[in-house]
Each structure stands twice: as C-alpha cells, then as structure tokens.
T-cell receptor, first 111, second 115 residues
Framework: EDQVTQSPEALRLQEGESSSLNCSYT??????LFWYRQDPGKGPEFLFT???AGEEKEKERLKATLTKKESFLHITAPKPEDSATYLC????????????FGAGTTVTVRA | DAGVTQSPTHLIKTRGQHVTLRCSPI?????VSWYQQVLGQGPQFIFQ???????GRGNFPDRFSARQFPNYSSELNVNALLLGDSALYLC??????????????FGPGTRLTVL
C-alpha cells in the first residue's frame, strides 16, 4: 500500500523567511508525485506534478524537487497569502487510478 | 473555462438518512474521482469512474456507491449515514484515466454534517 508522510505538521514563518516542507513516500512504481495547496474549507488547488527523481518545477515563490524517496516544497521569501495547507500525493503503478495523500503541512506566514 | 463544480455546497443530515452528492467535471475530462476528507487529514480515495465504468474503489463500505453519466457528470450516494461520515467530499476530474501522466483537478467540495 502506498504511504505518504509529510513533515512538519505545522510551520509558522515570518514574512520573507524561507523554508522547506518534506514529503516522504513509499510506492510501488511511482507514476507521479503531486503537490496541492488547500485553503480552509475549499478543495485542493493543483500546484505541481513531478515524475522522476531529479526533476524540479517552480511557480512564483514555490519550488518542488523529487528524489527516489522524498519530495521537498521550498517556499522562498513567503508572503502572508502563501498561508495554506500544502498536500503531497502519490500515484503508484499498482493502483494508478488513485491519489494517496499525506496529512498535509499547514503553513502560516505572519506579516 | 469552468472548473470542477459540485453541489450542494453544504448539507446537514441525520443518522440513518441517505445523501446524494453531484459533480460536473471540467469540459473534455472523461474521468471523475471521489475523495473523503476528514478534518485534519488528507483526502482518502473512494471511487474512480471513466467512461461510465468503475475503475477503482477505495476501502469504504458498501453504503457508498457512485455512478457516472453519459455527459461524464457523476453522483456519489451514501446510505444509512453514520456520524463518522461527516466530512468534506471532494470530486476530481482528469482528462484520461489514470495510468498515463494526467493530473486530477479538484472541485470546491461538499461539506456533509451528520447529526
């Protein structure tokens, strides 16, 4: 069974203070690793898909990287509007029709 | 372009009742998946449908059922509601069935409260 563990559970940052979120995964034949952003009471918003180790993708202040065992979401010089829960999910080869999610990291950025 | 839409937004039911949740995928998307998200946890997979056929089912009891219509919209049905069914129910659509490099896009969700 696919397993996804995210750390830390919560992260409080000062505006401009860069940090990283971790997503460790166990999956049989990774087809894709996905990062989503979720605001309270809303559906997850797609950010990135990573397919193979060494791959990196960027969007504004966010950068996602992938190794064979984990992924990092780097937040550079965050702003208060970056406050949200960030979810990591994997799609495995054996059960490739579903996403298996971690519990998320809740990021709070103070002005 | 419209994203994934879900209805209703909120729903309050009592134990033992039945509920139907609805989802319309992004135009052109043929696959719909349903997830349950309990407060403080990540979404848990319930079903995936592609071209009106069930392609996957998560670890949920038979009280949960779903179907997909010819226009690719979908319904999730839950019978004999329990207090533990209270959650945010999310619908996601994708262009092709999983197995290729596709991305699932989520709707805003339906908040179900069971009293």
């Amino acid at each position: 069974e696919d397993q996804v563990t995210q750390s830390p559970e919560a992260l409080r940052l000062q505006e401009g203070e860069s940090s990283s979120l971790n997503c460790s995964y166990t999956v049989s034949g990774l087809r894709g690793l996905f990062w989503y952003r979720q605001d309270p009471g809303k559906g997850p918003e797609f950010l990135f898909t990573l397919y193979s180790a060494g791959e990196e993708k960027e969007k504004e202040r966010l950068k996602a990287t992938l190794t064979k065992k984990e992924s990092f979401l780097h937040i550079t010089a965050p702003k208060p509007e970056d406050s949200a829960t960030y979810l990591c999910a994997v799609q495995g080869g054996a059960n490739d029709y579903k996403l298996s999610f971690g519990a998320g990291t809740t990021v709070t950025v103070r002005a | 372009d419209a994203g994934v839409t879900q209805s209703p937004t909120h729903l309050i039911k009592t134990r033992g009742q039945h509920v139907t949740l609805r989802c319309s995928p992004i135009s052109g998307h043929k696959s719909v998946s349903w997830y349950q998200q309990v407060l403080g946890q990540g979404p848990q997979f319930i079903f995936q449908y592609y071209e009106k056929e069930e392609r996957g089912r998560g670890n949920f009891p038979d009280r949960f059922s779903a179907r997909q219509f010819p226009n690719y919209s979908s319904e999730l049905n839950v019978n004999a509601l329990l207090l533990g069914d209270s959650a945010l129910y999310l619908c996601a659509s994708s262009f092709v069935v999983a197995g290729s490099k596709d991305t699932q896009y989520f709707g805003p969700g339906t908040r179900l409260t069971v009293l």
